[in-house]
């Protein structure tokens, strides 16, 4: 870096840090006679940002919950935040006070994350303004209503082509796990597979960009404001920003391209464009937007549970082997289908006794409280961050004993708080902690369901999983289930395991279930693009 740079950050950052101090001691105080909320000391203007770790941060949060409280306060580079790890006052607060508890923090290190000034790009990540709301309706249309129709054939697709690259390179799990989901929601949203390696990418960039883990602007945000010639943070964002949406709007192009010569087959963008005069999107910039930001989302997200359920069965043979046995006897020797799920609650319990176990978003996602408010006699002025800590939820010891294994017998057995009838519904992940609260609850909570139900037992059905023994030392490789990223939606570092196919029929008919469904794919797209043809020519 050149001298200069170091002096602009350090002229930048003494004079946030002034700016910092005259807003603290301009800062609401509790009204006299309320409470002040318990909470670690804070040291004016850094807060508690010194000893949070970067990595992992959702256990300090936890650790301080444990000494201060199921609701507590404290500090960082600025900003106020609430953590919670009672889920009746996270219920309390943003579900029963929703008007006011379900707005967004900005993201320093994107560029108008809260679609303040219109950008209109990021759905999960806007204040609760005019975009936010019109995409939220027009997101939950299509995840329901593709929930009924569309997306059940894609994703069996897309787990039999799964299911034979275990076959083919077992080694290269942890991609072609990532790549099905991702394969999922780009056939989805643009009827085309092919560009799944490429929406992964950009969907773990936005990620990072987005996440306190990512890059040092979000914690050390005056760097931000370094003027754009010495500023490296707002550089690579602007690259990173202009290729996805130049990316997304692409995609937008040629569907719609492809629909002016009747070529586009169903997908999330042509219905858009099919009712652009009726749905109330501005236009096709805004629609790339909110099309390409599910796509991502769904990969992401689902990409950690998925992951996690393969630990789990590698460290639970026990579990492995009742979930082989209810498949084998209840679904006749075949692959899992949708309408197994009844008859499936071991199938059903280890999935959301993995969401529970591991769960991706442990630190929540943040609120931003839009109005001064008053909580068991605290003060909560506007602006303060809630902070739903799921892994605190999900480590409550009385709702869910011996919180730290993995126990779906807690789902299954009468006796266990978390027990509940008819075993034909529940358990079910539908409605976790982990799907957030309120106005911002997630919308994808169908769509994960149905992914996870049909990819874990079809992997369930096809393999034992087990650790993979090192060809040279013949020992077992072991598996560290506590390594992760730290970023805000988490999937554990990569790791070793083998898939045994659970005999040589079976391994036969994985191959064989690909080979049938590739060619009838195959076929469906291309008498599809012949028949659009025939008709294009004879207009
Ligand atoms: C394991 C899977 C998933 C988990 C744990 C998860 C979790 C979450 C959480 C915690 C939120 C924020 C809730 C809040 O602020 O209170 C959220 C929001 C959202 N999720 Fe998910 N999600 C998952 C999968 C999906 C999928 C597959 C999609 C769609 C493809 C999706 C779409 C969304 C959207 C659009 C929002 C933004 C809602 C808003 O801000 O109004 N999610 N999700």
């Keep these: 870096m050149f001298l ?13 840090a002034v700016v ?5 001691r301009r800062q609401k105080k ?3 006679g309320d409470l002040e909320f318990p909470g670690p000391a804070l040291i004016p203007w850094v807060g508690r940002i010194h000893d949070l770790p970067i990595d992992y941060m959702w256990l300090k949060f936890k650790e301080w919950a444990d000494i201060y409280g199921p609701i507590y306060k404290t500090r960082m580079l600025g900003a106020t935040f609430i953590v919670i790890s009672d889920e009746k006052m996270a219920e309390e607060l943003l579900v ?5 508890y379900s707005d967004r923090p900005q993201i320093r290190s994107l560029f108008d994350s809260k679609s303040t000034h219109g950008s209109m790009e990021y759905l999960p990540l806007m204040g609760r303004n005019q975009y936010w709301a019109r995409q939220r309706k027009f997101s939950h249309a299509y995840l329901t209503e593709a929930a009924n129709s569309q997306y059940r054939g894609i994703m069996q697709h897309e787990v039999k082509r799964f299911l034979n690259r275990l076959v083919e390179n077992p080694d290269d799990f942890c991609f072609s796990l990532e790549d099905m989901a991702s394969k999922i929601m780009c056939t989805l949203t643009w009827d085309n597979p092919d560009y799944s390696v490429y929406c992964a990418k950009s969907a773990w960039g936005l990620l990072t960009q987005m996440s306190p883990a990512g890059p040092i602007t979000n914690i050390l945000t005056p760097l931000w404001h370094l003027p754009l010639f010495m500023n490296p943070w707002k550089k690579a964002e602007h690259k990173r920003h202009d290729e996805q949406q130049g990316w997304w709007m692409e995609r937008l192009m040629t569907v719609k391209a492809d629909m002016a010569k009747g070529e586009a087959r169903f997908c999330w963008t042509r219905q858009f464009l099919e009712t652009e005069k009726t749905n109330n999107l501005s236009g096709d910039y805004e629609a790339s937007s909110v099309i390409g930001m599910l796509a991502l989302v769904g990969i992401f997200t689902i990409g950690g549970p998925l992951h996690y359920f393969l630990m789990a069965m590698v460290f639970h043979p026990e579990w492995q082997k009742k979930l082989q046995q209810e498949i084998d006897s209840a679904c006749g020797g075949e692959m899992p289908n949708f309408s197994d799920s009844p008859k499936l609650p071991i199938l059903r319990a280890c999935i959301k006794e993995t969401m529970r176990w591991k769960p991706n978003v442990p630190t929540g996602v943040a609120h931003e409280v839009e109005a001064d408010d008053f909580y068991k006699g605290y003060f909560i002025p506007k602006g303060t961050r809630i902070l739903p800590l799921d892994w605190a939820f999900l480590r409550n010891a009385v709702k869910y004993p011996d919180p730290e294994n993995f126990r779906p017998e807690r789902w299954l057995e009468p006796g266990w708080p978390t027990y509940q009838e008819p075993l ?20 994808g909570q169908t769509l994960t369901q149905d992914e996870l ?8 059905w096809a393999f034992n999983m087990k650790k993979k023994v090192d060809p040279v030392t013949k020992q077992e490789i072991d598996i560290d289930v506590n390594k992760s990223n730290s970023l805000l939606i988490v999937k554990p570092d990569n790791f070793e395991m083998a898939f045994e196919p659970r005999s040589e029929k079976k391994k036969a008919e994985i191959v064989e279930q690909w080979r049938v469904a590739d060619i009838k794919d195959q076929a469906e797209r291309k008498a599809f693009l012949e028949a659009a043809r025939a008709k294009y020519e004879k207009s």
């Design 4 to 16: 200069g740079t170091y002096i602009a950050i350090g002229v930048a950052l003494v004079g946030f």
């Design 20 to 24: 910092s101090l005259i807003n603290a």
């Design 30 to 32: 509790a009204p006299v």
């Design 96 to 100: 029963k006070r929703a008007k006011i």
């Design 424 to 443: 034909t519904v529940y358990p079910n992940v539908k409605g976790m902690s982990s799907f957030g609260y309120g106005q911002r609850q997630c919308l």
């Design 453 to 460: 139900l049909i990819a874990c037992g079809a992997l369930a």
